[in-house]
């Protein structure tokens, strides 16, 4: 089954083509950071813009690279939730457009559900799994049980992970979206700095990152007044160890409890490296547990993580008529 897949649900224009859930023919990715760097963010009405300018194209630069005709297409997979509202219509209009034209069937679906299902690429699931959902935009635990099902233990409380890492990024100078740069920066530092580690309740999945950002900001900010030299690289080290250790905490705790079988790692934070090594360290301690994470390409925003979620959707006959 070939499925095309759509994503437009923030600052990244995608298209890709996945057959049967695993191999990828084609993933084109148009990122839109250089145009939203000068204003350290995105902006959301100029990212709707650039997706309708480069949609058409980006279609087609998939199809040539999978060397397929609309014909040959089974299943449109399109992102319809959760993003920037005027991104994901420019993304869910165009993917209707080809499937009524060409007469294919159409599945919407949830972003987050895609980057899980990224982890689909790298291996088979073995139920139960505990996913962790680290992206710019969430952060969530969540308990699969089989194939689409999927069951919220815990959400932050107040910023995304990523967030708090682009914020932290922008204080200290780096370029836009800092997470990856804190990251580098961090692997070069120790952790020195004592900042706030927050569990909330001993047994709650949920997590609240805002305390940690307002702390680094806040040591980053009193050290200009008082013209006192921070070391920027063991400062992100003492960030990124506090962030990933209540991250791979709550994972390995909830990993414990329903008895997973799988841990999964998902979404732009996946990246992270400190993450990806403490991670592999607490899971190696679990017997008989696997764990995966998406190769980097699959991290960050991209369709292929889209129309594998949407032939997984489509299995299990979740499609909805036009
Ligand atoms: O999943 P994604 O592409 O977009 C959303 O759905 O939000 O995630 C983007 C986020 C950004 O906050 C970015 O800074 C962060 O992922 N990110 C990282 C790393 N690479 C990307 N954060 C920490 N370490 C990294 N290596
Ligand atoms: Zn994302």
Do not use: W
Not at 46 to 54: E, L
Not at 279 to 294: A, D
């Amino acid at each position: 089954m070939i499925v095309l897949g759509v994503e437009t649900s923030c600052d990244e224009t995608s298209v890709a083509i996945v057959k049967d859930g695993k191999q990828v023919l084609a993933n084109v990715v148009f990122s839109q950071i250089a145009i939203h760097e000068e204003f350290g963010g995105v902006v959301p009405e100029v990212a709707s813009r650039h997706h309708v300018g480069k949609l058409t194209f980006v279609f087609e630069q998939a199809l040539q690279q999978a060397q397929l005709n609309a014909s040959d297409i089974d299943l449109v997979a399109v992102t319809s939730e959760p993003g920037l509202i005027g991104s994901l219509l420019v993304g869910i209009i165009s993917a209707e457009a080809f499937a009524l034209a060409n007469n294919i069937p159409i599945i919407y679906v949830n972003h987050l559900t895609g980057h899980i299902y990224a982890n689909y690429l790298e291996s088979d699931f073995y139920f139960p799994i505990i996913a962790l959902v680290v992206s710019g935009g969430h952060t969530e635990l969540v308990l699969m049980r089989d194939h689409y099902d999927f069951e919220i233990l815990g959400k932050t409380m107040d910023d995304a992970v990523g967030e708090a890492y682009d914020k932290v990024g922008r204080v200290m100078g780096l370029p836009y979206p800092g997470g990856k740069y804190v990251d580098q920066l961090a692997l070069q530092g120790t952790f020195r700095y004592q900042l706030p580690l927050v569990y909330l309740d001993k047994d709650s999945y949920n997590f609240s990152f805002s305390g940690l950002k307002s702390a680094v900001i806040n040591l980053i900010n009193q050290s200009k007044m008082k013209n006192e030299e921070l070391n920027l690289a063991d400062l992100a080290a003492s960030f990124q160890t506090v962030a990933t250790t209540v991250l791979v905490d709550k994972t390995i705790q909830a990993a414990q409890e329903y008895n997973a079988k799988h841990i999964i790692v998902a979404g732009g934070v996946a990246a992270n490296r400190g993450l990806r090594n403490l991670m592999k360290e607490k899971v190696s301690q679990l017997p008989g547990v696997v764990l995966t994470f998406p190769s980097f390409e699959y991290c960050t925003d991209n369709a292929a993580m889209i129309a594998v979620s949407g032939y997984f959707k489509y299995l299990k006959n979740q499609t909805r008529n036009l």
